[in-house]
């Protein structure tokens, strides 16, 4: 067993020390040891595409399937790339601008990361 704490994002237990900071070999990630955990917003919503990629705000996204839009007689069509989507709570998880058809709130199941 490691006398060194497990990584906080991957939790691998082959962590070592730095001088002040800890790194993990699986992932890469440093972290302070010392310093108070802080959680950011994304790290309490956890969103993946179709595919089961985690997505992350600023992304780019390209959509997988005919959506129809509320009020607009043509769907956004499959291939669309929307870029700089931000992860949101709710139904619709992303919240982006698509050209063409203005802001517009997207489900990830129906993205993949591009």
């Known amino acids: 067993m490691s006398e060194f704490p497990p990584c906080p994002k991957c939790n691998c237990e082959y962590s070592y020390s730095n001088g002040t900071i800890m790194i993990c070999p699986e992932c890469f990630f440093e972290w302070n040891p010392t310093e108070e955990k802080k959680e950011t917003t994304h790290e309490a919503i956890k969103i993946t595409d179709a595919n089961g990629n985690e997505l992350y705000d600023g992304d ?6 005919d959506l129809p839009v509320k009020g607009s007689s ?36 129906y993205v993949k990361k591009a």
């Open 60 to 65: 780019t996204v390209v959509i997988i399937k």
């Open 74 to 109: 043509k769907p956004v069509k499959v291939g669309t790339k929307v870029k700089n989507i931000k992860l949101v709570d709710g139904d619709h998880n992303i919240s982006c601008k698509i050209e063409g058809f203005g802001a517009m709130g997207l489900k990830s199941e």
